[in-house]
């Protein structure tokens, strides 16, 4: 099983505690999701800027973590709690996702390379 579909599962049963606690947690969970998904959208929408989140993923994992703390002495909790809600699917199932993007792309340009030399001959 790839990493990013285990960590979309892992995501999916907090998302799912969530629901069954409600309230307070129900409300950040919601909200961190959708920063999750602003953030996925704007980073696929723009080609430089996928470049450059799949080559830093881990240390925007850092920043994310980061401003969650720095989010929750300024603003409070429910700022931070969505933010970790945001932090941790990024963590658990973009960031993955983008590092198994970048680790197919060589290898698909590197067999055409191959086979293109094989049919020379």
Known sequence: MKKSTKGGL???LIIIASFIIG???LTATFFGVLTLIGLVVLIESIGPLRWLVSKSSRIIDVVIFSFTVLAMA???LNVSAALTVAGVG??????PYLREQI???PKKKQRNNYS????RK
């Open 10 to 12: 892992i995501f999916l």
């Open 74 to 76: 300024q603003y409070g």
């Open 103 to 105: 680790t197919e792309e």
């Open 116 to 119: 293109q030399n094989f049919n």
């Open 90 to 95: 990024f963590t658990l199932v973009y960031a």
């Open 23 to 25: 309230s307070y947690i």
